[in-house]
């Protein structure tokens, strides 16, 4: 039986550095999981290729795809649809190969309600352990300035709960490193390896 | 507030090669956790050092240890006594320092049932995967063999619902850099990370 790939999920508040640290992922040599290229109905910008950046669709060719159940997740942004394909993820899932996906918070949401057993990884800005240091070194910003920031902050916060793993994006290098780390880890947690070798055993 | 160090258990079935994994962790610079000595009643070996190796202790010795609770798991092998020192743990984990114990399944037992939070490592001999394949291409050994050696992985397996997470040691230098990785996501959890962020907005 092969054993099913892991759906790994990068997400965190826009900004924060999300499609950076995709690219330095899959830039590395060793990186073992598939890229899932998301969707859009956003006119591609210089040098983007169709089927390499993104699938680039119509407005009316991505409304029949959301109609068709055929997208796992979608939002609108400034006036125009993101989305991932549902079948991609489905089938390299199912050729046991873990799938990466980049997307935002609104769209990590709705993943998460259909793939409860994904490994969720929410990224934050140093800002947040930064603005410990800003409000008690205090006098430097006005109090509006740093209540604003705290209650950005909070929001941010607030939005880690449906998230497996949190990790701050320092420098990009740290952030590929920590996430390798979580996808390594994952793989060998004793619920998803016991069933493999009970199943080894029974083969008799 | 100081956050709390990580008990790291690393434990397994005797032969697996447990010592020879944590030496080689130990032996690397970046290792960032503090390695517990255990207590022993056996005689020094050859080349072994009081306090580096273990803490040789007399029966009597330990036997007063155990009576006032100064002993977080023991055990008996062979006619002698093994232990983890309880104060060197708890002052370390408090200095919010990492904590790694190699002991025998036994003294995990111990430890889980006091320490739930900690991080348990299975190690597991490679011969657990290759024993599928000497199943399948029979033949080769004698039913008596196969049937020997498939009760004893059994055992093996049965142990693992104890541990978070199941590392096989295929080689050294690969078991070593999955537990690293292992070590590195725990601190990543969302479960750790969550409530420093939330204290640290609450500072206002």
Do not use: C, W
């Not at 826009?14 to 499609?19: E, I, L, M, R």
């Not at 939005?159 to 793993?165: E, I, N, W």
């Not at 390798?180 to 199943?199: G, N, Q, S, T």
């Amino acid at each position: 039986m092969q054993e099913k790939g892991l759906l790994i999920v990068l997400s965190g508040p826009s900004g924060v550095g999300k499609g950076t640290v995709r690219k330095e992922i899959f830039s590395q040599e060793d990186t073992a999981f598939e890229y899932s290229i998301s969707m859009t109905t956003r006119a591609p910008r210089q040098g983007e290729v169709n089927g390499v950046d993104y699938f680039f669709k119509t407005r009316e060719e991505f409304e029949a795809l959301i109609k068709q159940g055929k997208l796992l997740e979608y939002a609108e942004f400034v006036g125009n649809y993101y989305g991932t394909p549902v079948d991609y993820v489905q089938e390299t899932l199912n050729k046991g190969k873990d799938v990466f996906l980049e997307i935002e918070v609104e769209g990590a949401k709705q993943v998460r309600e259909k793939f409860p057993d994904g490994l969720f990884i929410f990224l934050v800005p140093p800002s947040l352990s930064e603005l410990k240091k800003r409000i008690v070194t205090r006098g430097t910003e006005s109090e509006e300035v740093i209540n604003n920031r705290m209650n950005a902050a909070k929001e941010e916060i607030e939005m880690m709960h449906l998230y497996d793993y949190v990790v701050e994006n320092d420098k990009v290098e740290n952030a590929v490193e920590k996430i390798k780390a979580i996808v390594i880890a994952e793989h060998l947690r004793r619920e998803r390896v016991e069933p493999k070798y009970k199943r080894m055993l029974e083969v008799n």
